[in-house]
């Protein structure tokens, strides 16, 4: 249980505390913050917070594990898992709040399963699927499209500009393009299968 490692157990114990935040409405909680006629609710930005900080510990488990020479089997499994539980959980919880529609969040996480069936795959095979550059840009646009939608929109809500609605459409248009493109790129393995 190296460093990496306990950083990914870490994002995954995440979870369910932004979940409480985002979806459990406490009646301690102060009064929603607003500024003119924008409205965020206390537990709202403390749950897009952890999920900010969830998310940014993706890059610094990977890049500390492959500079340290600490890449392990275990590593290989969970950090993949933890993004895809990260990212489910949340849009999940975004269409229940009814901020996320139900098809986008099916796309992304439908395209997640679908590339992690294609690397069992190409597991089974002796194949490693590394993550494409289409695949790290997805991924980023999708914690930008989540975050603002997590934020209300801040702080494009003041010059009256839909960037949450827009930066989660594009997320799942990328993600689209992205899981077509593992394929299209490993077509060979599923011939083999």
């Given at each position: 249980?190296?460093?990496?490692?306990?950083?990914?157990?870490?994002?995954?114990?995440?979870?369910?505390?932004?979940?409480?935040?985002?979806?459990?409405?406490?009646?301690?909680?102060?009064?929603?913050?607003?500024?003119?006629?924008?409205?965020?609710?206390?537990?709202?930005?403390?749950?897009?917070?952890?999920?900010?900080?969830?998310?940014?510990?993706?890059?610094?488990?990977g890049y500390i594990a492959r500079k340290y020479n600490m890449v392990t089997n275990l590593g290989k499994l969970?950090?993949?898992?933890?993004?895809?539980?990260?990212?489910?959980?949340?849009?999940?919880?975004?269409?229940?709040?009814?901020?996320?529609?139900?098809?986008?969040?099916?796309?992304?996480?439908?395209?997640?399963?679908?590339?992690?069936?294609?690397?069992?795959?190409?597991?089974l095979d002796g194949k490693v699927v590394a993550a494409s550059k289409w695949g790290k840009i997805k991924t980023?646009?999708?914690?930008?499209?989540?975050?603002?939608?997590?934020?209300?929109?801040?702080?494009?809500?003041?010059?009256?500009?839909?960037?949450?609605?827009?930066?989660?459409?594009?997320?799942?248009?990328?993600?689209?393009?992205?899981?077509?493109?593992?394929?299209?790129?490993?077509?060979?393995?599923?011939?083999?299968?």
């Open positions: 249980m190296n460093l990496p490692n306990r950083i990914t157990i870490a994002r995954i114990c995440l979870i369910p505390i932004m979940m409480v935040f985002l979806l459990v409405n406490f009646s301690f909680y102060p009064e929603p913050l607003h500024w003119g006629s924008f409205q965020l609710s206390v537990n709202h930005l403390i749950a897009a917070i952890i999920f900010l900080l969830a998310a940014s510990t993706d890059g610094i488990d969970l950090d993949p898992l933890a993004d895809k539980l990260l990212i489910s959980a949340v849009l999940i919880s975004l269409v229940e709040l009814g901020r996320c529609d139900s098809l986008i969040a099916v796309i992304i996480i439908s395209r997640e399963f679908a590339v992690t069936g294609l690397r069992q795959v190409a597991l980023v646009v999708q914690i930008v499209a989540i975050s603002l939608l997590l934020l209300n929109n801040f702080p494009f809500q003041f010059v009256g500009i839909p960037f949450d609605d827009i930066a989660i459409w594009a997320a799942a248009l990328i993600t689209i393009y992205s899981g077509i493109d593992y394929f299209v790129k490993n077509k060979e393995l599923l011939s083999r299968a």
